[in-house]
């Protein structure tokens, strides 16, 4: 296999040249990290999961209308996605305190929003992707207003569709991350979802036990992370149902 050249790597994922201009070849590793990488270790298995799981949302987003980079998987730890350029923020919906938002404004965890609250974090991790203000976006020239009504109404059709899925296989959605770019189609600009939506990115908790099933397992030392991202999987039917958590899982082709 020739070489292929790289393009960014982040914590979670590498992004290659694709093999037509206009697409990434993105690449899905083990790594696990937490607190700003502070924290990390590598998860045999987890960029099999994320991929797949990835890959599944992406999908079913499409089938609703969402626009989003992914155009297909490649194996199964790689897919082929559009090019973007990215918004350099976080867009995070949360539907029930927990994280950070619990903390800053002393709430108790799982307490139930009165509606999703949209929140944006400017992408940088040396500054620990600080929480900013739409006069901050608006200021420094990250967004304008239409891109943040775009991004907005995109990130809660997406808590719609995450949340009614989730629930139907006893998972609440608790919160989650996405982030957005920016596609030219002739002179006309439109925003599309990018990068991942998987365990890595949402907050999710059983809602008969509460146990934690996202990368608040290996934040918070409370198991095994391949086994919790292996349930969420075998719950969604990416896996088999009879499956059993394990390290390396045999995925449904």
Same mark, same amino acid.
């Given at each position: 296999?020739?070489?292929?050249?790289?393009?960014?790597?982040?914590?979670?994922?590498?992004?290659?040249?694709?093999?037509?201009?206009?697409?990434?070849?993105?690449?899905?590793?083990?790594?696990?990290? $937490?607190?700003?990488?502070?924290? !990390? =270790?590598?998860?045999?298995?987890?960029?099999?999961?994320?991929?797949?799981?990835?890959?599944?949302?992406?999908?079913?987003?499409?089938?609703?209308?969402?626009?989003?980079?992914?155009?297909?998987?490649?194996?199964?730890?790689?897919?082929?996605?559009?090019?973007?350029?990215?918004?350099?923020?976080?867009?995070?919906? !949360?539907?029930?305190? $927990?994280?950070?938002?619990?903390?800053?404004?002393?709430?108790?965890?799982?307490?139930?929003?009165?509606?999703?609250?949209?929140?944006?974090?400017?992408? =940088?991790?040396?500054?620990?992707?600080?929480?900013?203000?739409?006069?901050?976006?608006?200021?420094?020239?990250?967004? *304008?207003?239409?891109?943040?009504? +775009?991004?907005?109404?995109?990130? &809660?059709?997406?808590?719609?569709?995450? *949340?009614? &899925?989730?629930?139907?296989?006893?998972?609440? &959605?608790?919160?989650?991350?996405?982030?957005?770019?920016?596609?030219?189609?002739?002179?006309?600009?439109?925003?599309?979802?990018?990068?991942?939506?998987?365990? +890595?990115?949402?907050?999710?908790?059983?809602?008969?036990?509460?146990?934690? &099933?996202?990368?608040?397992?290996?934040?918070? =030392?409370?198991?095994?992370?391949? =086994? $919790?991202?292996?349930?969420?999987?075998?719950?969604?039917?990416?896996?088999? $149902?009879?499956?059993?958590?394990?390290?390396?899982?045999?995925?449904?082709?």
């Amino acid at each position: 296999m020739a070489r292929r050249k790289k393009v960014y790597e982040g914590k979670a994922k590498i992004l290659y040249e694709g093999p037509e201009p206009g697409t990434y070849v993105q690449y899905f590793k083990d790594d696990a990290t $937490a607190f700003n990488a502070e924290k !990390r =270790d590598v998860i045999e298995g987890k960029g099999v999961l994320n991929n797949r799981l990835s890959e599944f949302f992406m999908t079913g987003l499409g089938a609703i209308g969402v626009p989003t980079h992914f155009l297909k998987r490649l194996n199964m730890r790689e897919q082929l996605v559009r090019q973007v350029e990215i918004i350099p923020l976080e867009v995070i919906v !949360r539907n029930l305190a $927990a994280g950070t938002l619990a903390t800053r404004l002393g709430l108790e965890e799982g307490s139930t929003l009165p509606r999703p609250i949209v929140e944006f974090c400017l992408k =940088d991790d040396k500054l620990g992707d600080p929480l900013v203000s739409e006069e901050h976006i608006f200021a420094f020239g990250w967004a *304008s207003q239409q891109d943040l009504d +775009d991004m907005v109404a995109l990130a &809660l059709r997406v808590n719609d569709f995450m *949340s009614g &899925l989730m629930y139907g296989v006893g998972i609440k &959605l608790v919160d989650f991350k996405i982030e957005i770019g920016r596609v030219w189609d002739g002179d006309f600009q439109r925003l599309i979802v990018a990068d991942e939506i998987s365990p +890595d990115s949402c907050r999710l908790w059983d809602i008969e036990t509460g146990q934690k &099933l996202d990368k608040d397992v290996f934040r918070r =030392d409370l198991g095994d992370l391949a =086994d $919790a991202y292996t349930e969420v999987a075998r719950r969604l039917g990416v896996l088999p $149902a009879n499956a059993t958590p394990m390290t390396r899982p045999t995925l449904i082709n």
